[in-house]
């Protein structure tokens, strides 16, 4: 056992014993995932952002948990008037948890580092329209872009734009060294990670002095761990259909909000007969929503008619378009000269949503004379088979990246939707930055998706949390994966 | 005896040879691809390439191969794909969950099986033989895992008795540490002790027939003083056998059980490792187990030789 | 007969009984989801209640009894198929190279953690009923090879085996004209060991989600399926696992009470 | 008084009789022998001094030791009487030892168990008491395992472990069975001298009427749980009143009559036949060793000619039969039949030249086939193998031929007795006719009763079809009635080959003068006849 950790675990039996007598300022959060290392700008995995997000690492700007933005390192800044240059001023005071400061050579460093030849940046693409970052001062940094981008706050708020250190990061995925308001104390794999606070944080000092995350991949497991109550509060509640029961006890709050996932039916556009339309909204009309909804979610979860989030102030419910109809499906694939109905594949990842929702679609999809065959796959395989080969029929998964209708106008990606008037939709939508204009455009976009029924949209995935009754500040939604420790505190 | 090991110590390196191509060719072929599993769906194909380049899996299968071999000779695991820290230490580490959870286990089936086998076999035949077949006869029909699920109810989330799982680290002390793996201990112990019951009472009986136990009776030993000085050790031939078996059994098998406590054990090491197409994890840890299940075997033949005088003698 | 015999050709025939019965028929679809009837516990309608897609569990245990039996028949199949020709074979040549790499062969995939290669099998060939009966069956093998040749080993010695070369026949056709016959007894009984041993595995494999794939049912999936519900709708773990465990019981008993009907040496002593 | 009295005993187990009234005694000093053939119940009487009963066994009358009734005490006190006034020996050394501890633990147990004397007087007693039974320590320490002894060695530890607390009763039971006959004389000394030196009664039980007449004062002829016939052993052999007891007699000394042998022609030629084991290495380099189990033997057996092979356990005759089967190949010399060379590849038609019966009746079919199916075994590989009626009419001749009926072709194995099952092992080695018959121990494992009648069977089929045989047994008076030439073979070499009458009377190696000066031998009657007072 290392001293710091032997400190570490001395000062929490203390926080313990003491816990009758002042507020508790430790908690014990769980999530279902371990992160595979802690250095969000390397990797995909949620689950490192949702621990070292704002915690460890902070970026230019933030997201906050109603999904608007504000400035983290960035104090302010100013975009010029053609919309490519954005000249930021950094905070003052502001040391990495080595105790070096964080200055704009460590901005220039983090920047560059994600756009470089041999970058690893899973969200690489975010960085792809700066054409230069330069130092004016040392508390000033200049970002030029190629052509401008409405969206480019928005996309410096990602995990995977966080600011990091140059002397720190060649250990950055087992020790991070981050600005953040907590530190890494302890991280026994397989199990927990421990967090401190940061004596030395330049923001305001958080009210937790520690934190745990602990990791339960297992859904059964989540709920003992909940219910027997060694954990205080679990993040994305795996197992939906034990939420009445949290519900019920009054030692528990349950938090019902909105994630940025869109769960649809990924349907492959180039795979015969799904080049057909009018199969596709066949498709769309065998599929009871509300059904998926209720058995596989419990209930939890809004539906959706097209790939947008219902909680962004843009959305068009478009569920009207798609309504359960069996007979008008029937009528359509008979249209469609396959009035016998066709066999395919369903490959489902994973998560219960898509397990149980894949289950419950094969059946409804069988009532209409499609024979889906239901192959469950790992992540692994998905991304090979599914994403990578895109050898697949359909598929269930969760977009859970925010704003992302722009995969719409990739014509390579898996779906394969081939729609040169959507693309050129999308090439609009990015050069304007006029807010209503935009709304607009992106209605404009959602209805063009549905109308080609490009994919079977099913429901806008929940984030489900429960914790036990005292705690506070949780996030209800997930703008982004993340748990804001510097908001949580215990009720008195 | 030197000739003896020296053939044992052969065959060993062999079957790991043979068992380390095994592993790497049927881990291989599996489908998926470590770095765009970490990279994830926005991911680009030249992130993907670099990232590939960064973890070596640009190098020919053979090259791979042999430095994994020849690291594994020098002690040297590689480096895991995902968590990229030393596979050694991150098997280090699970070991000490693994290791005390199959021995906790093991002390727990044994302690059972023994009374029970030699009651039921001095019983033979009557109700309380019969209690005792019956009770290990649904012993070894209860799937470990719904067996799990049931403590877990009662013990963890009814009576509170025990945490529902995870493991609290030895840093709290022995007693904390033992506490979190008492449950899973139970849930693994008790289809093993179902059968470790059926092999000591049989195996007893067996014995028990034998002249030699006539010859111990004539010279004035009751039935218990026969039993104890000349049955239990020769019984015991089968029943290492078993516990050997077992005891590898347990370092793999407990994989659903630690899924079912989330332990952060070996099982849910390679468990994960195998999502995320983490291959040199799963290589390694299988690797290990392969290994682990030769030298306990190795250990069991060297404990026959210390109950058995008759192979201690044979060249 | 005796009567852990009884109880076990019961409790098997009333599991082969509902398995073939399924064919015909069942009380409710199996693959028909009625959502809003979901997690009923057992009652009038569905004498077992219903799952949390509403489906009829008493129809589901009968198909999945279906799934289960044959995925470890099969699976024993390639066992008994691959290990004892193997076995035999190596009995028939004692002491020879052939013996040597089938014995180290064995005990090679004996050092196999099997359940871990089990869910690599089905990890890297993808879940289902095939590859899981594979995984099962791969692991079965050395169980009988290594049965086949301790039996046939002792019979060697035998002096009608003696009598059988001397008449000239060929170690093959000794094999199979005196040696198989005579560990048939043996091996049936161990068939139904590794049966029920295989019902667990393939149990264990569903659980975690690598067995038969939906909608095909399967018990262990069941039991997967409900573990989060087990809380408030207990049936849904009961009666998955009471199947299991009366199968896996009765396939057990049935097992022992074939060694004492079929064992001779215990016939005598009963006479 | 006497020291052990048995007063209408009977038992049954599991309901089934076993034993009817027996009554018996055994006088201090005195050598009580109990012999019966198999079933008799002769064991049973044995075990119930010793109370060693199966489960499920009942025992009413009386069995008194010094006065004490064995059937009234507890268990604990049997306990207490078990080693210290009863010591029993059993017949398999080779088992009745347990082998995981030393000899010296276990012979020391018997004093320790009953706390007779200290830990250190009881290592002086236990290696006094095997020096005593002729295991000096010099060269049999205390720290010896069984499995490091020979069977004789190892029924010495069992006596010594019998008698280490000098009990006032020893029950022998078939000691000497399992051994070679000269081991079996010395055994017997030794019990012998033990009786008197220690004063001790001994009750010993054997089916050996010869080892009896050589050992015993009195004699208890049991048949069917019953005494038949009780008294000292003089008497009761000068003039034996029960049928059974003189059909023991003549069949324990019988002589089957053979007819005459042809003229000498050469069918079976062994020639400087060498076989070699390799023994396990004892260093990874060095050379492994080699055990020569047949070294260079020689002899011819011509066609007609019945030769006898005599020999004890280990000398080779085994390995020597395995090979004349071609079953196993030669490492030097040749063996001929018919002048073509005999190889474990040689052709079916060379092989159907020979045939064997073995020893065991029960190891010797396969329990799953039929009489008919098991007799015609050797009909593979014939060209024209008969078929239909033919071969059931040869089925039906060949049985009958070995006195069984022609229905049992359609019965399996285990429905027949021992001595049955040897008809039947002969009925498959005459079918084809052979040219040469291997007896291999063919009649060790059978009563006496019916070893008579199987000799008598072969001497009537060697009148019927003019046998040719080989005739290996470890016994020397069933050799000798059998064989019209005898060899006899020690260390894998044959050191005396002649007639019988020669062999037997006028032996020239010192291994057989030994061989036949150890063998127990039946007295004459007439001697014994003069020799008694009464008679």
Redesign the interface.
Known sequence: MSLKSFVFTASSVLALTAGAAVAKDSITIAMQLEPPHLDPTSAAAQAIDSVVYVNIFEGLTRFMGDGSIAPLLAKSWEISDDGTVYTFSLQEGVAFHDGSAMDAEDVKFSLDRARAEDSTNAQKALFAGISSVDVVDPMTVKVTLAEPNGSFLFNLAWGDAVIVAPESIEDIKTAPVGTGAFKLADWVQGDRIEMARNADYWGEAPVLASATFKFISDPTAAFAAMMAEDVDAFDNFPAPENLPQFEADPRFQVLVGSTEGETILSTNNKQPPFDDAKVRQALAHAIDRQAIIDGAMFGYGTPIGTHFAPHNPAYVDLTGGSAYDPDKARALLAEAGLADGFETTLHLPPPSYARRGGEIIAAQLAEVGIKAEITNVEWAQWLETVFRGKTFGLTIVSHTEPMDIGIYARPDYYFQYDNPAFQDLMATLNATTDPEARTALMQDAQKTIAGDYVNGYLFQLAKLGVAKAGVLGLWENAPTAAIDLGAISWAE | MLRYSLKRLLSLILSLAVASAVIFAVIEVAPGDPASFMLGVNAQADTVAALQAELGLDQSKLQRYLSWVSGMLGGDFGTSYTYRTPVAEMIADRLWVSLPLALFALTLSTLIAFPAGIYAASRRGRAGDSAVMGATQLGVAIPNFWFAMILVLIFAINLRWFSAGGFSGWDNGLLAGMRSLTLPAIALALPQAAILTRVMRSSLLDILGEDFMRTARAKGLSRRQALWRHGLRNAMIPVLTIIGLQFSFLLAGAIIIEQVFYLPGLGRLVFQAISSRDLIVVESVVMLLVFAVITVNFAVDLAYAAVDPRLRSRT | MNRNLILGAGLSSLVLLAAFLSFVWTPFDHAVLNIPAKLQPPNGTHLLGTDHFGRDLLSMIMVGARTSLAVALVAVGIGMGVGVPLGLSAAAAKGSWLDELIMRGNDLIFAFPSLVIAILITAVFGAGAVNAIIAIGIFNIPVFARISRGAALSLWEREFILAARVAGKTRARISAEHILPNIANLLIVQGTIQFSLGILAEAGLSYVGLGAQPPVPSWGRMLADAQTMVSFAPHLALVPGCAIILTVLGLNLLGDGLRDWLDPKLRVARA | MSLLNIQNLSMTIAGTPVLRDVSLTVEPGGITAVTGESGSGKSMTALSV?Q?LPDLARATGQITLDGTDILDQS??QL??????SI??V?Q?PM???????TIGDQVM??IL??RAMPRAKAHLRTCEVLERVGLPQDRFPLSR?P??LSGGQRQRV?IA??IALRPRLLIADEPTTALDVTTQAQILDLLKSLVRDYDMGLLIITHDLAVVADLADQIVVMKQGEVVETGSVKGVLANMQHPYTRMLFAASGHQADLPAAPAPTPLLEVRQATRDYQL?????FAQPGHHRAVDSVGFTLNRGERLGLVGESGCGKSTLTRAI???EPLQSGEILLDGTPISPNMA?DL??K???V???PF??????HRVARLIT??F??MENPPRGQERLNLISQVLEDVGLKPEDADKYI?QFSGGQRQRIAIA?ALITRPELIIFDEAVSALDVSVRARILDLLADLCRAYALTYLFISHDLSVVRSVSDRVLVMKGGQIVEDGPPAQVFTNPQHDYTKSLIAAAPVLPDIDTLKRSQPHA
């Open positions: 010793m060693l268990e604990a306990c207490g009487l078990r080693g210290q010591g029993m059993f398999e088992t009745a030892l347990n082998p995981v501890k147990e018997t168990i009953h395992f499995h490091e069992v472990m019998a396990p290495r004892t260093s990874l089967l071609g079953l079916t092989r159907r020979m045939q064997v073995f020893q065991d190891g010797s079919f396969n329990p799953r075994e050797p593979h590989g285990h498959r």
